[in-house]
């Protein structure tokens, strides 16, 4: 019998299946060495890069969304950021953060391109999320069809893509199956529209089909942020929410003013609504009773800034001048010498500065808000220092 062959003669069989061995296992490491790690999965745990991977969700949809002046004009330039907007060129891209246990929530920012404080909210929460651990898998789109927002279109090939997200192959599609095929039971349907009121709306769907988390859910959000809460009267099968629900995922939707009011206004109060929705599953989410930076304009380390461009700081409250009011500074980072101010002025949540003189080409210019120089009408001062850099044209 073979075997007993083999257990009479096992030097001969070790080196003829040694060597067997050896060739199989020398094709997989051939094999392994040129695999791409994996052709959607990016980024995985890189020392600049945070804890997040990132992989191409829909590859049809792809746009330089920094056309977009919204977009250019008030997201920073980190690192993170950058891949996205690089990414996002070939094709819509999807994060994912998180240890995998607990709930699955999946964000959706902007499916109506023309609604940029989707984009800068979540945006903004990715820089917060970017290095957390957490308990719970949270999937992020924040541009759900980049071509759409690089040509501030609400339209996707003359339709709108909010009212046929239940016909196959369309970019709600597969949204909804790219949720389906990962568990995710929760889905955040970010959005701004005309007539909202200030303290924005969720949306939720109909009494025939609103389950009791999207009840709970929305109800939430209302008593943490003052929001109002809006009824679809009707079902809309073609809606990411509706069409949602009806795969057994619950869905919310946020709407802001994009409109009546400035954009990173109306994007602070859309981050507010954001982060009591995802804390309401238990996700990291923080916002202070004092002032802090909401968003810049010209953003944090643009380049190619024009000579004259006014700069403008959102914050998350509305504020006032604070005693250290007469402290703000701008620097020329090459010349080293603080530059001349006209102005400085306050409208609602946004700090406006002006220059006195052309900014001189190929500079670098340091903003520089020291603590106090803001605060709230109760009083609540800017704690912590505040300052950041852009490189002109
Ligand atoms: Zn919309």
Known sequence: MNSDTELNNPSKYFNKYFRVYLIILSFMIL?????????????????????????????????????????????????????????TKNGSVVLKFGNGNGPKLLISAGIHGNEEEPNIAVMKYLEYIKDRSFNGTLYIIPFDIP??????????????????????????????QFAKNNGINYLLDVHSGGGVTPAGWVYVNSPTTITSAEKNWSSYIKTKTNCDIILNPDNSPGML??????????????????????????????????????????FPGYISTNPEVFSTNPPKNASGVGLTTPVSITFTRNILAGSNFNGIYIENLITHKKVPLTSK???????TIKQANNRLSKNVYMIYIPIGAVRDRYGNRLTNAYSYQFKTI
């Open 31 to 87: 094999i392994l060495a040129f695999t791409p790690s994996s052709s959607a999965v990016v980024t995985n745990n890189s020392s600049n890069s945070g804890n997040y991977k990132i992989t191409y969700l829909d590859k049809a949809l792809g746009g330089n969304v920094q056309a977009n002046p919204e977009i250019s004009q008030n997201i920073p330039r980190t690192y993170l950021n950058n891949k996205i907007f690089s990414m």
């Open 241 to 282: 929410r509706d069409f949602a629900n009806s795969a057994g995922i619950n869905c919310i939707t946020l709407e802001v003013e994009r409109d009546n009011m400035p954009t990173t206004t109306a994007a602070c109060t859309e981050y507010k609504m954001f982060i009591s929705a995802v804390k309401y599953l238990g």
């Open 147 to 176: 071509r759409d927002t690089a040509l501030n279109s609400r339209y996707y090939l003359g339709k709108d893509p909010n009212r046929i997200a239940n016909v196959k192959g369309t970019p709600g599609y597969n949204i909804i």
């Open 345 to 351: 002025t306050i409208k609602g949540n946004i700090l």
